[in-house]
């Protein structure tokens, strides 16, 4: 497809002078008569007086106008007049979200010889809310919707598994994201506010949260979308932000956690909203106020959005050797500021400004969740800061529209900031050899740096029956980190019985630090980071697109489109990078009637590359002579390709060096020890790819109904099949052989010895190797890439049915979903069990859920009351089924559950690597279905000329106390979908849900 790219930009090149662009909205009106044919030529008003907007466009040929360029503040109101053959009918209340094409239908009732010209009729039924326009697969939360859900401290992220195609995501790091899209791993979903990137670059996730106080809706495109979007194979989660109006807008809250006094009661420890395991004390108090209104009527307006949150949280530090048992407190706090200027120049050029500041701090205190031995010294906190500044400016002219945007964002992940960032780490033993006190720094870095600019330029030009779409635009994140072991050195010591005594009888309690460990005590180990400074790239994500929307008829819209991506990552240690990234795409949708409409479409979806495959190849790498020797081995036995250029694929990165016989606190500097970084064997290092990285891409196939029930009522189907390839997974190019177990009555352990001959640089018992015949010490035993070769498949029908109650007592929104993914790589860290065999690896993914029915409902009894009951009910997640220990050959007391000898094998993680039981597959298993009630109950007070209100309100969250085992955001590490044993062995709980909590808010809102 290289061959079409130059083509497609000159065209482009061409196009962009004379084109101007998509801007935030456009609305489509349809204008029909009574027997549902257009009418034309008829003037129809779009006014919103919020914004003092007003404008007018005549009916086409079609029977459509249409509105470009439009604001997202405020309500809008469409209309037509009195003619002399059709009454006036007017729509309210449409409130628009960020970069969509919303569509309006009205039906015009004639004007017969009993009535009288210019009568007004407000019609009950003149409006659908069915798509007409394009095939794309969305949801959406309006603000509404949101302060009616119960949602933990108002967190979006909770919100959104209440739509179709969207569950709570299993990660493999506390911090991960917890939101999949069809099943997807959570780093691969794409975070926009208005349209621009809101996306941590590193690993993925937000990198500002949004909280329901600056949002004024919420979107997740699933399927299909405008070549607009990108950057994403999986889906996009677009909040469109709250502005201004003449009217002034504000409020105030607070909301509270009580915890565990009135919570229901569980043996597992919970999460907070990091998603970090807390247990004790855990209590939240959260706190902000929202303000808005216009500095200039009609012209200037603002929104000013601050909210607070401090999570109390207790750990156990118990010690007995040294007679400590205490409680050490610690309290993580997230300070969300938000702000927006909207500036309306003229009525065809407006602006608007936004900021965005997020300041998040989670304490690691010290101690554990039910004891440990991590003193408050050794205590650090993790930082996820950011802001954001973004300007967006949008011209609307007599037949086409502009938007040039811009935005600058800065990241800051410090992921163990110490309290003592001088100090080294010690980690104190008893005599028998047990750890009684981890002491100082916590032991490694992890301060990762991102600086991001974003431009992007789009257009849009109507011409008859075509509306074209045009953009391009730029995303580059320059990335900085400091990383690897301590740079003030690492110490374990061993005190003996007089020493144990005399530092138990001080009584030092949890103020026991590094210089209270006696001088004389036993040095065991001693390492120190070799490279205490910081390494990175810069990362550019080039895109341009183009798109032309036909409206072939009244009733038939075809959209094709074509956009173009290149990720200068992909580069990895090749010449060059992936280079054909054409994407195409198609869709329809055909009008079937006045109240249902059909919609199709197939397109292929590119993916960027996570920034954390460069980084680790970059970490976890090094330019000493063994190791290339090594490489060029590799390279000479078959195993890298002959034309791998080893200084290409090699960086130096972070490794510790150690000494040995050294005085406590007296350990030489990491420049005396240089010379180790030659000379010392790794268990595993990282390359490049010498082939580069090819981006993930999906095909995605879609078939959809939509059916207007009523005004208020709407149902829609969607069929989706997804074939995704060039998954991130991890190849080791020094692998040892297969050794597959398929029987459990006949299991043999190959040993480590015996797997490490397998391998084609064969390593011996010392970790060295034997290379053209000399001894080569520095060598790794595992010589680890990254490579784009995963594939996988889901398969979804989605029924929906939503009820809005406007002024009616009941509303509800009902979601069935069933659904099968599968695939052969979950992670970008995800290896295969056995050798590099990722055959047997294709099944079940783990955020595979078959079933998931999501229901929720309001009532409101009287005008200022309103009970919520959200429901959610998933069948179980794949249970992956790992091998037990059994005896090494040649030994009689010796057991291990490294069947294959590759010193990988272990239960805790669940990437791949541990070895399987034999004769099961992957996620050969399944936990029990997770059943959810969540309940919700707002009372409403109105003072003066009800312009003024105080809203109480209470959620309680799974008020059934079910303690489900699955489908729920969990840590793979420390989930129940890893278990030993064959399939319907048994489940060990290994984690829960939570169990019954509570949550008390106060609202005042003007």
Partial sequence: MNRFFPFIALLVGLLLPTLPAWAQVDLVVSVQDIARRPVVGLPVHLDNAAIGFSTEQPTDAQGKARFRGLSTAGSYAVSTTVSDKYQAVREASLVLRANSSPSVTLVLPNISTQELAGVVVRAPNNATTINTQNAEVSSELSARELREIPIEARDITRALYRLPNVTLATGFFSEAPNVSINGANGLYTNYLIDGLDNNENFLGGQRFAIPVGFAQGVSVLTNNFSTEFGNSANGIVNVTTKSGSNNLSAEAFYLTRPGPGIDGKTAFPQRDLSGNQVQNGFQRQQFGFAVGGALVKDKTFFYLNAEQTFDRKDNALTSPALGVAATVRGQNRFTYLSGKLDQRWTDRFRSSLRANVGIVNIARQGGGLDG?????????????????????????????????????????????????????????????????????????????????????????????????????????????????????????????????????????????????????????????????????????????????????????????????DYDNLSKGGAEHGDRNNVAPRANFNYRLTERSALRGGYGLFYDKILY????????????????????????????????????????????????????????????????????????????????????????????????????????????????????????????????????????????????NATRPVPILADGSALIGGQRVPGVATNVVETESAGRSRYAAASFNIQHDAGDEKFGYRLVYTLSNLKNDTEDVNFRAADANNYGPEFANSINDRTNVINAIGSYYPIKNLRFTLAALLQSGQPVNRVTGTYLVPGTTNVFTNDLNGDGSSFSSAYLGNADRYPGESRNSDRLPWSKTFDVAAQYTLHFGEKTSRVELTADVFNVLNTQNLSGYANNATQSNQIQTGPAGSGIIRRNASAPRQFQFGLRYAL
């Fill in 372 to 564: 440990g031995v991590a003193f408050p010294s050794t205590g650090n906190k993790q930082d996820r800061n950011s802001v954001e500044i973004a300007s967006q400016n949008i011209y609307v002219g007599r037949n086409f529209t502009s938007e040039t945007d811009l935005q600058y964002a800065t990241f800051r992940w410090n992921y163990a900031g110490a309290d003592n960032p001088n100090s080294p780490d010690v980690t104190v033993q008893d005599p028998a050899g047990q750890p009684i006190a981890v002491l100082g720094h916590p032991g490694y870095l992890f301060d990762s740096h991102q600086r991001t600019w974003q431009a992007q330029q789009k257009f849009t030009l109507v011409q008859g029956r075509n509306t074209f779409k045009a953009g391009l635009g730029l995303i580059s994140t320059a990335h900085l980190l400091y990383g690897g072991g301590n740079p003030n050195g690492s110490y374990t010591v061993r005190l003996n019985p007089t020493q144990l005594a005399a530092l138990a009888a001080r009584n030092l309690g949890p103020g026991l630090s590094i210089n209270d460990v006696p001088a004389d005590a036993q040095v065991l180990n001693y390492s120190v980071e070799l490279r205490p400074a910081s390494f990175g790239t810069t990362q550019n994500l080039y895109n341009i697109y183009l798109e032309d929307q036909v409206a072939v008829t009244d009733r038939l819209n075809v959209t094709l489109g074509l956009r173009y």
């Fill in 612 to 755: 954390t495959v460069y980084s680790d190849a970059l970490q976890q790498n090094t330019t000493s002579a063994d190791y290339k020797a090594q490489l060029r081995e590799l390279v000479r036995v078959g195993a890298l390709p002959g034309s791998t250029n080893v200084d290409r694929i090699t960086f130096d990165g972070n490794l510790s060096g150690s000494a040995a016989n050294v005085a406590y606190l007296q350990g030489p500097s990491a420049s005396t020890l240089q010379g180790q970084r030659a000379s010392v064997p790794s268990l595993e290092r990282r390359i490049l790819n010498p082939n580069g990285y090819q981006n993930p891409y999906s095909y995605q196939s879609t078939l959809g109904y939509q059916y207007q029930v009523n005004r208020k009522t709407l149902l829609y189907v969607d069929l989706m099949y997804n074939r995704s390839y060039d998954l991130f997974r991890l190849r080791n190019v020094n692998a040892v052989s297969d050794y597959a177990q398929t029987d459990p009555n006949n299991v043999t352990v190959r040993t480590a010895a015996q797997a």
